[in-house]
């Protein structure tokens, strides 16, 4: 008898693997890192210009939101970094077995929070 497939998705009651998890993060984090490219080169820009512009960038960048949203880019690089070393891996069909594959997506979000935590923290 054929398995009846679901008619409706309860998508928030769906329960995703920790691999999959670090993957849709590496997926958003991308988007996130393209995103923020226009902020980025704006920033650059302007403390590059002259020593006034730079002081007033300075000054903007001093702001707590501004901060966390630095902080959470700093994220986005790191873990976008840390899961594309992992699909490397993966792609040349190392550490493919599940509980491997389950162990480096822990490694991938520890590593990629702890750095966080440590860069963020000695640059807030």
Do not use: Q
Not at 34 to 39: R, V, W, Y
Not at 50 to 64: L, Q, V
Not at 85 to 90: A, D, E, G, S, Y
């Amino acid at each position: 008898m054929a398995k009846e497939r679901p008619k409706h998705l309860d998508l928030p009651k769906i329960r995703l693997p920790l691999p999959g998890i670090v993957s849709i993060l590496h997926r958003v984090s991308g988007a996130l890192m393209f995103l923020s490219i226009p902020l980025v080169l704006w920033l650059l820009s302007g403390s590059l210009s002259n020593e006034a512009t730079y002081d007033a960038f300075r000054g903007f960048i001093s702001h707590p939101v501004i901060k966390l949203g630095l902080v959470a880019l700093l994220w986005a690089y790191l873990h976008h970094a840390c899961a594309g070393v992992r699909f490397l891996f993966l792609d040349a069909h190392r550490g493919i077995e599940l509980s491997t594959a389950r162990m480096t997506a822990k490694v991938v979000l520890f590593v990629s929070i702890a750095l966080t935590a440590v860069i963020g923290g000695v640059l807030w």
